[in-house]
T-cell receptor, first 114, second 107 residues
């Protein structure tokens, strides 16, 4: 199993500002995933972050809006840039269990944009 | 493209009644399917996966490739089963989630 810590757990932000979410894992992992869960909706994959290479973004998500860093095998950050109320959501960090396919999740970062 | 469909947003059953949470998928290859559960105030966690063919907390799920379904079942619902349930598919190096079904077990 993997233990994932996310910071901040929640924040209230002003329109036009940016916020960086941190994700720390207690073991080394190859891929880290960032998901968004908007109110009343399912989890949507934003991007996959691999150490040492550019993140891979899903359709509808771009690097300028959601820049990701992956400086080592246990840490990643997701920045939500130039925020608008539509970015209000829970952002989740996730990693895959070794050889199991199981995903482990952080507790999520609940972001409210006013 | 891969897709997971959970047709019910909310399923309410009485304690002791059978439960079936529906999940259908669309995927061109051989899928790996999972059920995840999120209890109130807890993080999302794996409930079971089709490969292991095991029963967890009394829940089972059978992959039906002909019907492209992976329904979650339990013969007798318990109050502690009340939670959000997400069906998920692993394919093309990513996991796609369904929209989730909220299970409400009425005492």
């Amino acid at each position: 199993s993997a233990v994932i810590s996310q910071k901040p757990s929640r924040d209230i932000c002003q329109r036009g500002t940016s916020l960086t979410i941190q994700c720390q894992v207690d073991s080394q992992v190859t891929m880290m995933f960032w998901y968004r869960q908007q109110p009343g909706q399912s989890l949507t994959l934003i991007a996959t972050a691999n150490q040492g290479s550019e993140a891979t973004y899903e359709s509808g998500f771009v690097i300028d809006k959601f820049p990701i860093s992956r400086p080592n095998l246990t840490f990643s950050t997701l920045t939500v840039s130039n925020m608008s109320p539509e970015d209000s959501s829970i952002y989740l960090c996730s990693v895959e269990g070794f050889l199991t396919g199981e995903l482990f999740f952080g507790e999520g970062s609940r972001l409210t944009v006013l | 493209a891969q897709r997971v469909t959970q047709p019910e947003k909310l399923l309410s059953v009485f304690k002791g009644a059978p439960v079936e949470l529906k999940c259908n998928y669309s995927y061109s290859g051989s899928p790996e399917l999972f059920w995840y559960v999120q209890y109130s105030r807890q993080r999302l966690q794996l409930l079971l996966r089709h490969i292991s063919r095991e029963s967890i907390k009394g829940f089972t799920a059978d992959l039906n490739k002909g019907e492209t379904s992976f329904h979650l079942k339990k013969p007798f619902a318990q109050e502690e089963d009340s939670a959000m349930y997400y069906c998920a598919l692993w394919g093309y190096q990513k996991v796609t989630f369904g929209t989730g079904t909220k299970l409400q077990v009425i005492p």
